[in-house]
């Protein structure tokens, strides 16, 4: 399995990047990657590590897209830029397999759509991040939320597409059958919602191959009730912002609570690993990125902010993802539905 990293995404590029793609390289013996950004830096940040050399590829690429550039400008101008230079590695070579960047969200869904290109047949690529489900107060099983940030303005043929992307990415990547689907709203019944989602639940409904379960309500979107919950970008992304908002809020409070008193800090030593296993399972780091499903080969956004731990869990989800061919999927049902709509519009117009 061949990746290609774009190693100056991110803020904290390239020390945690190039971190992250070593131990990747070295937990996964089957893995190699292409490295994409300054060769002189991307080198000297290697040469601190122990690691199969034979795996990792330096590819030079000067530029760096930041996150204050027009992400379609910066992506059609800076031909030299890492990322841009990593999309020429995803398209040509039929050997890579998939990408994995921290860098500008906006770029990264830019490249994925003008260089590498959409899936025949889908009408918009989607950003999807994976989210624990709890239960019980454990956590038990994953939800994937889709689309989070890609597309701001929907129709209901895209919240759609979404549903069944993400229905072949669960099933493929975390063994569930028949993924439960859900449609974000402000209320559970089947009359809820705004025009976008009205249209959107009858074509959920009606669609054999997504297991819907019907509307539902942001404050269950961790609840272990549904594995694929659908949104158009603009909610997604609050939905999911909110999410991690309130998780950092928490922990911060608890931090404050406890060294406010010495009674406290005591009762903290007995409580340390109930806290330990909260904080690691609100972390985004053990997950990985957001999925960028919808373009011909697997592109993972991995966040900004990564560390060394959260950029080696995007390349590991990458190659997972990659592996699965979940890619190869999505083009075989989304061709079957094409053809069923317009087989069906056919048959309308003959009668």
């Not at 109930?274 to 997950?287: C, E, Q, R, V």
Request: aromatic share 6%; proline share 3%; net charge neutral.
């Amino acid at each position: 399995m061949k990746l290609v990293v774009d190693i100056f995404g991110g803020d904290n590029s390239p020390i945690e990047t190039v971190a992250g793609a070593v131990e990747a390289i070295n937990e996964q013996k089957d893995l190699s990657l292409i490295l994409t950004g300054d060769e002189t830096l991307i080198n000297d940040e290697l040469k601190k590590y122990e690691y199969d050399k034979n795996r990792i590829e330096v590819v030079h690429a000067p530029e760096v897209i930041s996150c204050n550039e027009s992400p379609t400008t910066a992506i059609k101008r800076k031909k030299d830029s890492s990322l841009v230079v990593a999309y020429g590695l995803l398209k040509e070579r039929e050997d890579v397999k998939g990408l994995v960047s921290a860098g500008s969200t906006g770029a990264v869904l830019a490249g994925g759509i003008l260089k590498l290109g959409r899936i025949k047949g889908v009408s918009r690529p989607a950003l999807a991040p994976v989210l624990p489900a709890l239960v019980d107060g454990e956590e038990k099983g994953n939800v994937l939320l889709i689309d989070c940030g890609a597309n701001v303005d929907c129709k209901p043929v895209n919240l759609l597409h979404f549903a069944l992307m993400g229905s072949i990415y669960m099933n493929k990547l975390y063994g569930i059958e028949k993924p439960r689907v859900a449609l974000l709203s402000n209320g559970v019944e089947d009359a809820k919602g705004c025009a976008l989602t009205k249209e959107a639940f009858t074509l959920l409904k009606d669609c054999p191959n997504i297991n819907f379960v019907g509307n539902m309500e942001a404050r269950d979107i961790i609840s272990g009730k549904y594995d694929v919950v659908v949104s158009d970008g603009f909610y997604g992304n609050i939905c999911l912002k909110s999410l991690e908002a309130v998780a950092d809020g928490m922990m911060s409070l608890i931090k404050t609570s406890v060294m406010s008193s010495f009674r406290q800090k005591i009762g903290f030593l007995f409580m340390k690993p109930a806290f330990k296993k909260l904080k690691n399972t609100m972390d985004y780091n053990k997950k990985g990125g957001a999925v960028f499903l919808g373009v011909e080969k697997i592109v993972v956004k991995a966040h900004g902010s990564s560390k060394r731990a959260a950029f080696k869990n995007a390349i590991l989800q990458a190659m997972r993802a990659s592996e699965s061919g979940v890619s190869d999927i999505i083009k075989q049902e989304i061709s079957a539905m094409v053809a069923a709509d317009a087989s069906e519009t056919a048959d309308k117009e003959q009668a």
